[in-house]
C-alpha cells in the first residue's frame, strides 16, 4: 500500500487526505476528462528544514497549458503557491511524489467541455524508485500511441492514460518491465509513462516532438546536461531496429527518473553504459542541490 501524505488540497481548502472523496457522478471519471501534473520532491540532503522541489515552474506551467484544453484558466502562479503550502502542510521527510490533478467536476453525463465546471485537488505519497534502478527490460508494445491530431498530446490527459496502461500490463504479463510504444507512423515514440534516449556511436538520439510523444520536462533537463556535458543530442525519428543495435537505452520521467534498458524483446544491450551513467549522475546531483550551475531548476521550500 502507498504511503500517502496525510493532508491534500481540495475543492479549495486543505483537509485530510482520506477526507478528500468525489461523487460516483463526477463528469471527469466516466469520461476522461482531467489533466495531471507528477512532480517529485526531497528533503534536502544539507539542511533538515527545507524541501527541494526539482524544476517546479515548469511543472506548474505545464499543468496551466493543460488545464486549457479543458477551458479551464488556471494560472502557474495559483498552482505553484497551492503546491508550496501543501508541502509546508505535509512536512515530508522521505522522497516524495506530488499529484497535482485538474478535471471537470460536474455531476453530468453529457461528454463535453462547455458548460461544465472544473475544479483542482492536489495530493502526495512517498516514493522511491518507479523502476528499478539496474535496468529494465522492454517489449514493443501492440499498441500504438496515439496521434496529436485526435488527441491534445501536448498536454497530460488522464484519459490518454488507457494506452499507457493496455501497453504497460501487456509487457508485464509477458515477462517483461516496461513497454515501448511506437507511433501510427511505425517510429519509436514513448515508454508507458516516460520519454526513451538512444545512445550510439558517442551521440545521443530521441524521437523529436513530431513523433507524438509527451513534451517532458526530465527529457527537458536530460538534453540540457547532455550537451552541458558535450554530448550531441539529436532529434528525429527513431526506427524500432536501432533500439536493437544502440549502445545504450535509458527511459526517463518524474516518475522514473533515468532507467537504463537491458534488453529490448530478445536482444540484450551492453552492460557498459557510460552515457547513462553520466547524466544520471549529474541529474542527481542537481536534485540533491549540490551543483551552482543548475540552481534554478531547484525550488526550496523552507518548513520553519
Keep these: ?39 517529485r520532491g526531497i528533503p534536502d540532503p544539507q539542511n533538515a528544514d527545507r524541501i527541494l522541489l526539482f524544476r517546479l515552474d515548469r511543472h506548474c506551467q505545464r499543468l496551466s497549458q493543460s ?18 503550502d501543501f508541502v509546508q502542510k505535509n512536512r515530508p521527510t522521505k522522497s516524495f511524489y506530488i499529484r497535482p490533478f485538474v478535471y471537470t467536476s460536474s455531476l453530468g453525463i453529457a ?34 500511441r496515439q496521434e496529436d491530431r485526435s488527441l491534445p498530446l501536448r498536454g497530460k490527459i488522464s484519459g490518454a492514460y488507457i494506452t499507457s ?29 516516460m520519454n526513451i534516449f538512444v545512445a550510439r556511436n558517442g551521440k545521443l538520439v530521441t524521437p523529436g516532438f513530431e513523433q507524438d510523444i509527451l513534451e517532458g520536462i526530465t527529457r527537458d533537463s536530460v538534453i540540457t546536461i547532455a550537451k552541458d556535458l558535450g554530448i550531441e543530442v539529436i532529434e528525429r525519428p527513431v526506427d524500432r531496429s536501432e533500439l536493437l543495435i544502440a549502445d545504450e537505452i535509458f527511459l526517463c520521467g518524474t516518475a522514473a527518473k533515468i532507467t537504463p534498458i537491458k534488453r529490448v524483446e530478445n536482444y540484450h544491450l551492453p552492460k557498459n553504459r557510460p552515457i547513462t551513467e553520466k547524466i544520471l549522475d549529474k541529474l542527481t546531483e542537481i536534485i540533491e542541490n549540490r551543483d551552482s550551475n543548475y540552481k534554478e531548476w531547484v525550488f526550496p521550500i523552507n518548513l520553519n
Aim: aromatic share 12%; with cysteine; charged share 15%.
Design 165 to 193: 496502461a493496455l501497453a504497460k500490463t501487456e509487457a508485464v504479463e509477458s515477462g517483461f518491465d516496461e513497454a515501448i510504444m511506437m507511433n501510427t507512423q511505425g517510429k519509436v515514440s514513448e515508454a508507458s509513462g
Design 111 to 144: 461528454p463535453r467541455l462547455h458548460n461544465v465546471e472544473t475544479d483542482f485537488f492536489v495530493y502526495g505519497l512517498e516514493l522511491s524508485d518507479y523502476l528499478p534502478k539496474e535496468g529494465v527490460n522492454c517489449r514493443i508494445s501492440s499498441w500504438y
Design 67 to 84: 488545464a486549457s484544453f479543458l477551458h479551464c484558466d488556471l494560472p502557474a502562479s495559483k498552482i505553484q503557491q497551492i503546491i508550496i
Design 1 to 39: 500500500m502507498d504511503s500517502f501524505l496525510p493532508i491534500a488540497y481540495f475543492q479549495n481548502q486543505f483537509l485530510p487526505f482520506t477526507d478528500a472523496k468525489i461523487s460516483i457522478a463526477t463528469h471527469a471519471l466516466h469520461y476522461g476528462t482531467g489533466v495531471l501534473g507528477g512532480l
